[in-house]
Structure formats: C-alpha cells, structure tokens
C-alpha cells in the first residue's frame, strides 16, 4: 500500500512581495526533493538571503536554490528564453543549485510579446496598469491561439520556430496592438519589431535554454515538494480587481492541478504576509494613506521603476486576509487536501505598537502579538514568524507536516 504524499507550499496573500522567497528557502533548508514554480514567470521576483550572506532574486528557478534544492517548472510556469542563461549564470557564479527540470507543455514568452506589453503600457501613460513589461500576460493572450502558442516541447524544433516566429512578428503584432487599441506601430517600433538580430540572437536563446533543461513532466515529481506561488492572492487573475492582475491563478488552483497528476494528496500552504501590506504597481489597495509611522520599511529589492512606480504600502486588514485565503481554499476543496497556516514576516520593522485592521476597526499591538492576533481573526494556525530577511530570522512555531 502506498503512503499517502504529502507536499509543502508558499503562496503570497496579498499583492506580491510577502517573503514568499524567504519562506521557500526556509522550507528547502528543512529538507526538500524539488521547488516547483507553479503560476507566473520571470516578472516575479523572490528575493532570498542565505545565512552566509549569499543574495539573489530569484525570476526562472526556485527560491530553494540556495539550500542546494533542484527546481522544476511546471506547466503553468512561462519560460523566458532572453532571461534564462543571464541567471542561471548568475546562480552558477554564487555555487547555487541551477539543476532544473521543465514540464513540455510550459508555455514560452518571445522578444514579441515583450514590445507588445512596452507599447501598449507606454500608450497608457498615466492610466499604466502596472505591468513589469517582461510579456507575460501577453504571452498568456497569444498562446490562445493555437497556431501562435509556443511551449518549451516546441523549441527542439527549428524547422517549425522560425516561421512560427515570423508569423508572430509580421501579423500577431499588429493585430493585437490594434486591438489593444493601441492604432498602429510607430517607425521605430516596426524597425525593432523586424529586426532580424533580435529573431536570430532569439532562436540561441530558445537553443540554448533547451539545452540547459531536463524534460520532466508535473506527473513524475517524486520526492518531497514545495510549490512556490508567484505574485499574491489579491493579484489572482479570478479574483483581484481587475485590470490590475495578473494573467494566472496565484493560489492553490495551479498546486492542486499539478499535485492531482504527481499523486500528491495533501498540501501544507503557508500563507505569507508581511507585517504590513505593499503593493509595487497600480491599482487599488485598502487603508493606504493610513500612518505607517510605526514601521521602519526596507526594501531594496523594490526600488521605483518607470513601469511599476514606487513600492506602496498600508496596514494589514485581517479580514480582507481572511477573505482571500478562504476564497483560494474554497476553489480546491474537494481536488486536494488542504491545511492551511499563517507566515508573518518583516516583524522586525515594527517600531512600537504597529496598526492592525480587525472588523473594520483599527488597534495597535505590539511586534511580539501582531501576527498571533492576525492568525486568530484570520482563523488558522500561525506557523512561522520573520525577524528579517535570512531563513536564520525566521521562528517555525508549529513542527512541520513530513512531506
């Protein structure tokens, strides 16, 4: 008779940026087989500080690299050819574990779909939707396409990427500009859309990414996983406010899915939170405005950008917390077993009695009960704190379901 599986998971519950990295890399520490990228692409960034001082944001591989764990890249991860070697490079350089395997069916995002995000969010000026501009969501459009769509499966054939490339360029982009309502390319957009070093230092990039890989599919994961989620819960693509989302399900859609076909039954989820909320890019956010004086707020990782602005933040809302995280449990009830915690991290920002939003009402509690008190209102158990930014901060104050 065969053991039940039991597999890991960090999910992010509110707009990104939670310590999902931290949290990843903490789990891997404790003893991992794989971490398995399930939603998102490279516009995710993971930041993790390992207890010797070793620092990466993670965008292709899992944020367990550093504790020496594999990754695999399931088949709702979109691959991004441009990106890959650079950080695989950078991984390597730092002793990290670049091992990676790929499910066939991981779509895959083209220098194309990055102009067509750029052009479209630069037309948008001040009414930007906060996009990154690394063509993930319109990788996501063009792959509805079927004679468009691009997997990882396809890049092993040459005879059938080029002309796909070509279709793409000459009649996708036009096409879908105008139908963004974008009107037409401008001169120097069609000369960086036709240009032919792109296409050719492009098809390296796939050459070379291919290699790189192992086949795996989701339904051969063996061992003891941890799924690490992309962006947050309020960003889920069926759930935040649109059009400020993501194109994917940030939650436990996509684990329960590939857990279905690798025979894994129950998954252990901690749900991440800093202290407070951010929000790095447009859209609506709760309470913001209200004083943060009582947090001391470190971010390099965020810094202001021309596509997603500055990192904005407000006090934590435990029932908009609470709210999002039934909802995700609620869409994979019945798929696959769920036992959800809480993670608090960045405690150590809190300078006196911190605001907390509990039914609508505002209190101030100190660092030391500011999660406890979050956990009880959200209704699960609190698994682990943060103190900072290595696994070394973090207090696992529950043992560990073994996977």
């Not at 067509?116 to 459009?141: P, Y």
């Not at 309502?181 to 957009?189: A, F, N, S, V, Y």
């Amino acid at each position: 008779m065969n053991k039940a599986r039991t597999a890991r998971a960090v999910i992010g519950a509110g707009y990104g940026d939670e310590g999902k990295g931290l949290m990843t890399d903490c789990l891997a520490a404790q003893g991992g087989d794989v971490v398995v990228r399930t939603n998102g692409g490279t516009q995710a960034g993971h930041t993790v500080i390992d207890p010797a001082g070793r620092r990466h944001v993670f965008h292709h591989f899992g944020s367990g690299s550093l504790a020496g764990v594999p990754t695999h890249l399931s088949r709702h991860f979109v691959l991004h050819p441009l990106l890959f070697a650079s950080e695989m490079e950078t991984l390597a350089s730092i002793n990290a574990c670049v091992r990676t395997s790929v499910d066939p069916r991981a779509l895959v995002t083209t220098p194309w779909d990055m102009m067509l995000n750029q052009f479209v969010e630069m037309r948008r000026g001040s009414a930007r939707h906060g996009s990154c501009g690394v063509g993930f969501g319109e990788t996501i459009e063009r792959s509805l396409v079927p004679e468009l769509a691009l997997s990882f499966g396809d890049l092993a054939s040459a005879k059938y990427l080029r002309p796909a490339l070509e279709k793409i360029r000459l009649q996708w982009v036009p096409q879908r500009l105008a139908a963004l309502g974008g009107g037409i390319l401008g001169r120097q957009e069609i000369e960086l859309v036709m240009n032919d070093a792109v296409l050719d230092r492009y098809l390296q990039d796939c050459e070379a990414m291919a290699a790189s890989l192992s086949v795996l599919a989701d339904a051969d994961l063996s061992g003891h996983v941890i799924f690490e989620g992309a962006q947050g819960l309020m960003l889920d693509q069926d759930f935040g406010a649109f059009p400020y989302v993501t194109r994917s399900n940030t939650g436990l859609v996509n684990m329960a899915a590939v857990a279905a076909e690798a025979g894994i039954e129950t998954i252990e989820t901690s749900y991440t939170t800093r202290a407070y909320v951010t929000r790095h890019g447009a859209g609506p956010m709760a309470h913001e405005g209200e004083s943060m004086a009582a947090f001391s707020i470190l971010d390099p990782t965020n810094i202001e950008n021309p596509w997603q602005g500055r990192l904005r933040a407000a006090p934590l809302d435990t029932n908009i917390l609470k709210n999002a995280i039934e909802n995700d449990i609620r869409r994979s009830e019945g798929k696959v077993h769920i036992v959800p915690k809480l993670v608090v991290t960045c405690l150590d920002q809190i300078k006196g009695e911190a605001p907390l939003f509990v039914d609508g009402r505002r209190i101030h509690l100190a660092e030391s009960d500011l999660a406890a008190v979050a956990a009880q209102n959200i209704g699960i158990d609190l698994a682990a704190i943060s103190y900072g930014p290595s696994r070394k901060s973090i207090k696992c104050l529950q043992k560990q379901i073994k996977a």
